[in-house]
């Protein structure tokens, strides 16, 4: 395969926001796109996902991570993407000139007349959750013991403290004790689950690991190796609450203590990012402040499903085939959507009324606190209710889709912004 030096489309990252988007811009007339990928496979974090739950919403199906991928490599490849593996993307610009490094090119400069930027996110470390104590070997984000089980074949010790009730630890809970290991606790700071409650039920419940919530790790014992946490109770301010303190004999501490958007890249590109979200500020096209440059999957924002994660990167691909091949940036009025009560964030942050003649648009959101009552998730205009939907509950581990829909054209297109916000029914 021979690399061009310009691309319709090009597609940073083949994870499945990234694959998702380089074939829905083929589908949608873009002569070529590629894909861009530092690994030596497509698949993005999804090799590394074997566990199933994958593909309920896209597929009705109950998958694990890499078949739920395969399906879109095989579609990627089968539908004339390129794809440029084992390639690290070093810089890009505004006007979307790439700069990327690989032992089979070296350096070379590929020009995009659109650009996705799917690079995903990464873990939170030790260092930025500031754990206190000494600095043995034993320390891990849940993401790398999930690789090294999964990919490389090594156990990274066999007695574990989480802390952090994120998705990626308590199924790496479940995936240590299948593997003969002994999970201890699981320690979280808030006062709420942090992850999907289908996990917790699934990871901990059912294999007896104890969650214990308002509790964190107050410092780590050893010296070559961990030897132990002391766990401490925190107030609601995350204060140590003194005397509540406990040792607890481990080898291993695994981290699962949050997810940050990879989005250096598209600083370079001057892309605007919510400090809400740490990624890109997005419309409803998923298109950023940079003309022409587009964003898909979780180095938007984290999402709970793959699944939304693909529809997005359908959603981009397509609004960044039509740029490329119109090479036309619409200027349309963009309205702006505001989180209200108890919304952490919702993306998109703005959208374009113009949009809502053709198709719904969905908007995304999570809460900041949980309500275990049922709630409204409800759109309005000023004191105007706009569109609503109700849910049985809202919790911070999960997303919630809003639906704006077609016919609310007329009362949107007037709004000078939209609010949205969580109302108990
Ligand atoms: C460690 C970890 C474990 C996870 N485990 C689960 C799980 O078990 N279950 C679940 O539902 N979700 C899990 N997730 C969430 C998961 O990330 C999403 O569901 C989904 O994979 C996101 O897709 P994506 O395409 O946005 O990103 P990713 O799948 O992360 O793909 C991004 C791709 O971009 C590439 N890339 C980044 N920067 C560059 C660059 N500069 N140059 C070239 N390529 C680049 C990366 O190598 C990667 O292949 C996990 C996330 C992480 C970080």
Known sequence: MTIKDTYDVVVIGAGPGGLAAAISARQNGAADVLIIERDLEPGGILLQCIHNGFGLEVFKQDLPGPSYAQKFIDEALSSGVDLLLDTMVLDITPDRKIFTASRKLGIKEIKAKALVLAMGCRERTRAQVRLPGTRPAGVYTAGTAQRWVNVEGYMPGKRFVILGSG??????????TFEGAKVERVLEVMPFLTGLTRNYVQCLLDYDIELQLQHTVKRIIGNKRVEAIEAVAVDEKWEPIPGSEEIIPCDTLLLSVGLIPENELSRKAGVALDPLTAGPFVDDRFETNVPGVFAAGNVVHVYDLVDWVTQAGLASGKAAALYAVTQEHKTQKKIPIRSGENVHHVVPQHICAESLKD????????????????????VRKGA?????????????GEMITVTLPVKA?????????????????
Do not use: C, F
């Open 409 to 425: 054209y007329d009362e949107v297109q007037s709004a000078d912004d939209l609010t949205v916000a969580i109302v108990k029914r």
């Open 167 to 176: 998705d990626i630890g308590m199924i790496m809970a479940r995936r240590l």
């Open 359 to 378: 198709a719904d648009i969905k908007l995304q959101l999570r809460v900041k606190q949980p309500v275990e009552d049922p709630v409204w998730v409800e």
């Open 384 to 396: 105007n209710l706009v569109a609503r939907r109700a849910e049985r509950y809202a919790r911070p």
